[in-house]
């Protein structure tokens, strides 16, 4: 049975850091990409960020350069760093377990990011 657990949540002021981490059980996790999305009050949910099991990371344009995306394979785990949070961040953050190649998604419950002072 696949899991997705996320953690990591919560209040920061703007211009603050956070990190979400997300553990992925029951797979086999080479065969995962993992990713992480959120989705925001009234609005469709949206990648922020993607990474490969060769450790490749893919960033969506609104946070490049302030958000980083790391993975350790050996503990099927997958983090979220977030620096220079913007209140337009505040959002649900889900974190994704993709598997390749047939494309389907596992999700966690997600984790709130509220980003005000």
């Known amino acids: 049975q696949v899991q997705v657990v996320e953690s990591g949540g919560g209040l920061v002021q703007p211009g603050g850091s956070l990190t979400l981490s997300c553990e992925a059980k029951g797979v086999v996790f080479s065969l995962y990409n993992m990713t992480w999305y959120r989705q925001a009050p009234g609005k469709e949910r949206e990648l922020v960020a993607e990474?490969?099991?060769?450790?490749?990371?893919h960033y969506v344009d609104f946070v490049k350069g302030r958000f980083t995306i790391s993975r350790d394979n050996a503990k099927n785990t997958v983090a979220l760093q977030m620096n220079n949070l913007k209140p337009d961040d505040t959002a649900v953050y889900y974190c994704?377990?993709?598997?390749?190649?047939?494309?389907?998604?596992?999700w966690g419950q997600g984790t709130q990011v509220t980003v005000s002072s």
């Open positions: 994704g377990a993709l598997r390749v190649p047939s494309m389907r998604y596992y």
């Open positions: 990474i490969n099991y060769g450790l490749e990371p």
